[in-house]
């Protein structure tokens, strides 16, 4: 942002320090538990914190180029970005509240932190933008909104958008094919949340590394478990999915039992933890390790399994309903308002289309690779945040474009449809890139230096970001341009008459 705006983009950081600020006050005054899922809402919150700054400089930029005073293009800019800015906030909050009425545990989380973050967001990039920069006006500060090099960025563009539409479906189309057949051909990876299984919560007496405690645990399961940090750095929570009953023979071998004596799951799944994980344990003072019933029984030992819990495979059939529900849902609501909003229910099939081809590359690129790359692609609660948070954040950049769309047809109502659509796209096209890189890079960051654990979540969203970016520009006006070619056609009849 200071890149590209200068002193503007300092007044933007500001904004977004304020932002985050008042989010996390918001969701510790309510008590909230900040899960992976709500991490996503706040990475979606400050995306649109910073696109609500970006919509409201490149309005302002227009103005100056305009010869407007700086205090007039302020005043056009913030009042010509307004109605984006709300269109994009208000059909993603109502994404939020959908989730909120359909979703279930961590996914209401994310919905609970999305609502709180858009409502924050507003603030933050309307009243305090506005404040900060009336401030330096009016104390006569020095106030930019662009470098040099930064000044005409993307301004003399006339991509012919709606002319390589053709060119476009073909890509989509293409992309969706093979990720169907990644889906059909290889299946995906289900996690716990839809599969059932079992989570424990683990404390050693010193610290630990997750990806060592992973790796060790990997030699006593088929599959790696999936190990995250719990709380303190001496604490980690281990989610598995095994079968327990392929081990009873081994078992009952191992500790000489016959066919009639009784295992429960709990008793094999408990040994192989901890086999697994007992080297992580430091000796006692009397030289001797920590033993099977220390580790098992927390009333007996102060470390070792401190909490364990049971996803049965119905609480996990429920949870794959609600997700569905969750995400049909978001989109028909979607759908609702942009059909409303924009007068014409085509704008609302356009809008849908673009994230039905984002959802569908999401799910298929984690069908080719899984079990390909390094870290896990299991599908969860958090894979369905991560595809929840891509349709929020592409909506957005569709919504804007839209914006553009409409806003050309009032100033220019003898224009073509494709003339509007090809306008708003290329005008709207810095705003998309500096948008979507800003949220690319800070993701980038995330996935880099965040850790192994949040790092197929973090890749949802990478995935996301580039396919967003691609159907709001690519796919969702030349959709809609198709739906109404028709209408088009009877109306340059009418303007020839």
């Known amino acids: 942002m200071v890149v590209f705006y200068n002193r503007a983009g300092w007044v933007s950081v500001v904004a977004l320090v304020t932002n985050v600020f008042l989010l996390m006050g918001v969701l510790a005054s309510i008590g909230a538990v900040l899960t992976l899922p709500g991490i996503a809402g706040i990475v979606l919150t400050m995306a649109m914190a910073v696109d609500g700054n970006v919509i409201i400089y490149e309005r302002i930029k227009e103005e100056i180029r305009a010869g407007k005073s700086i205090a007039n293009s302020v005043d056009e800019g913030f009042k010509n970005a307004m109605s984006a800015i709300i269109d994009g906030q208000v059909t993603t909050f109502l994404l939020g509240l959908v989730l909120i009425m359909f979703g279930s545990g961590t996914i209401q989380g994310f919905a609970v932190t999305l609502c709180i973050g858009i409502v924050t967001s507003l603030f933050t990039s309307i009243f305090i933008t506005r404040l900060v920069i009336d401030w330096m006006l009016n104390h ?4 930019s909104f662009s ?3 930064t000044e005409n960025f993307m301004r003399n ?14 890509i989509g189309v293409c992309a969706i094919v093979i990720c169907f057949i990644g889906i059909f051909a290889r299946g995906l990876g289900m996690g716990i949340d839809f599969t059932g299984g079992r989570t424990y919560a683990v404390r050693f007496d010193q610290d630990v590394n997750v990806v060592d405690v992973r790796a060790s645990l990997s030699n006593e399961f088929e599959e790696a478990p999936e190990v995250k940090s719990y709380g303190p750095s001496n604490q980690v929570k281990i989610t598995t999915n095994i079968v327990a009953e392929d081990y009873y023979e081994a078992f009952r071998a191992a ?5 009639t004596d009784t295992i429960t799951d709990e008793m094999v799944i408990n040994e192989k933890l901890y086999a697994g994980t007992k080297q992580f344990f430091g000796k006692s003072d009397d030289g001797k390790e920590i033993t099977m019933r220390q580790f098992a029984d927390a009333d007996v030992y102060p470390y070792g399994i401190i909490q364990s819990e049971q996803v049965e495979a119905t609480m996990a059939t429920d949870m794959k309903r609600s997700s569905i529900l969750a995400v049909l849902g978001g989109l028909l609501v979607i759908f609702a308002y942009i059909g409303i909003r924009f007068k014409s229910w085509r704008f609302g099939v356009g809008s849908v289309a673009a994230l039905t081809h984002d959802t569908i590359l999401i799910i298929g690129l984690f069908a080719l690779l899984h079990g390909l790359l390094p870290f896990s692609l299991d599908v969860d609660q958090s894979f369905i945040a991560a595809v929840l948070t891509i349709i929020g954040y592409s909506i957005n950049a569709t919504v804007v474009i839209f914006d553009r769309v409409r806003e050309n047809r009032n100033l220019y109502p003898k224009h073509t449809l494709i003339e509007h659509m090809n306008d708003a796209i290329n005008a709207t096209l810095a705003r998309t890139i500096n948008t979507s890189g ?11 230096f ?7 979540f973090i890749f949802a969203l990478l995935i996301g970001v580039v396919c967003g970016m691609f159907s709001s520009v690519c796919l969702a006006c030349p959709i809609v341009y198709e739906v109404s070619k028709r209408r088009e056609e009877k109306k340059l009849q009418k303007i020839k008459l």
């Open 255 to 259: 500790h000489g039992l016959s066919a």
């Open 450 to 456: 965040g850790g192994e654990v949040i790092r197929g």
């Open 140 to 143: 006569k500060k020095k106030l």
């Open 147 to 149: 470098f040099s090099f």
């Open 157 to 170: 563009v006339h991509i012919d958008f709606l002319g390589r539409r053709k060119m476009f479906y073909i």
């Open 438 to 448: 800003t949220t690319f890079f800070t993701l980038l960051m995330m996935f880099i």
